[in-house]
């Protein structure tokens, strides 16, 4: 089982759409999370963390589920600007993973007019 | 956020040559930086986590040997691909860490080997 799994997609929406990516990592000792966009060429940016709580930045909503070792992340009102590579990143908690970010494979979006 | 740097931003050189890339944080200290390779289609991979003033650590499969990496100061690493052969053309990737556990990441080196 690979350590952070993501559907690859892709995904293709209209502008103004809802879209939901998950996320499920395989240690339950992992200690931080992350959701990173990468345009294509480029390198990952930071798109938000993601805490126990949930939480909200503008148009983007994340939730982590640790009972099911499970993230999420909602876009609604898709941009064109939206279209990317969407990486789940969990960081480790312990030992020699400790810092380290494993990613996953990504969710490729593509938001059309 | 965090600026981090990468030079150059890509590379092209002969099998059998060494290729040196710099990875620096620009407005902020970095005890620890790490290195990654991006192969096409792929996401990214953890070759090996720099720590200011000591050695490298590298991740299971990485030849220490061919990817030399040096972490001098607080703002600088550098990753050094020795004899580097076609196989190893890839995006190279730096981070830097900061104090809150959030990375952020270099532009990228592409390398291609020919």
């Known amino acids: 089982r690979k350590e952070v799994e993501q559907d690859p997609g892709p995904f293709n929406v209209p502008e103004g759409a809802t879209v939901a990516f998950n996320c499920t990592y395989s240690?339950?000792?992992?200690?931080?999370f992350f959701w990173y966009r990468q345009d294509c060429r480029k390198e990952p940016k930071l798109l938000m963390s993601?805490?126990?709580s949930g939480n909200e930045d503008g148009r983007f909503t994340a939730q982590l589920n640790r009972a099911s070792q499970y993230i999420s992340l909602l876009i609604r009102d898709s941009k064109l600007s939206d279209s990317a590579t969407y990486l789940c990143?969990?960081?480790?908690?312990?030992?020699?993973?400790?810092?380290?970010?494993?990613f996953g494979q990504g969710t490729i979006l593509t938001v059309h007019p | 956020g965090a600026v981090v740097s990468q030079h150059p931003s890509w590379v092209i050189c002969k099998s059998g040559t060494s290729v040196k890339i710099e990875c620096r944080s620009l407005?902020?200290?970095?005890?620890?930086m790490f290195w990654y390779r991006q192969f096409p289609k792929q996401s990214l991979m953890l070759m090996a986590t720099?720590?200011?003033?000591?050695?490298?650590?590298?991740e299971q499969g990485v030849e220490k040997d061919k990817f030399l990496i040096n972490h001098a100061s607080l703002t600088l690493s550098t990753l050094t691909v020795t004899s580097a052969h076609p196989e190893d053309s890839s995006f190279y990737i730096c981070?830097?860490?900061?104090?809150?556990?959030?990375?952020?990441f270099g532009p990228g080196t592409r390398l291609t080997v020919l």
């Open positions: 981070s830097a860490e900061l104090g809150t556990g959030e990375q952020f």
């Open positions: 240690n339950s000792a992992s200690q931080s």
């Open positions: 993601v805490y126990s």
């Open positions: 990143v969990v960081r480790g908690a312990g030992g020699t993973s400790y810092g380290k970010l494993t």
């Open positions: 407005d902020f200290q970095a005890t620890t």
């Open positions: 720099s720590n200011e003033g000591s050695k490298a650590t590298y």
